[in-house]
């Protein structure tokens, strides 16, 4: 029940301003449909992995969705670089800059 929660919480605070954050920047990126393929096939895999982290462990689950939702952790920190499309999509993110960034 608690673990239930926690996930619920951390989806709405980190899970989904991550995947707005990753459309915004690929959009802002003009980056070619296979990036926006490979963006969703990164979150796809990416999203039950970070949400079982956070049932797991309560701690960095609240200091990375503060973090992310103020802005102090970057969303491609909580990608894995190994998993499908995410090198490419962490390849792009990088190369463009994120809401408040010149």
Do not use: H, Y
Request: aromatic letters at 4%; charged letters at 20%.
């Amino acid at each position: 029940m608690f673990s239930e929660i926690i996930a619920s919480v951390f989806s709405m605070f980190l899970i989904e301003p991550l995947q707005a954050e990753v459309a915004e920047r690929v959009a802002a990126a003009k980056a070619p449909t296979e990036i926006a393929l490979a963006s969703q096939e990164c979150l796809t895999t990416q999203a039950p992995r970070l949400l079982e982290r956070a049932t797991n462990e309560v701690g960095w689950a609240v200091s990375n969705a503060v973090g992310l939702s103020i802005g102090w952790t970057d969303p491609t920190d909580l990608l894995d670089k190994s998993a499908p499309g995410c090198a490419q999509l962490i390849g792009v993110l990088n190369e463009t800059p994120g809401e408040g960034e010149a």
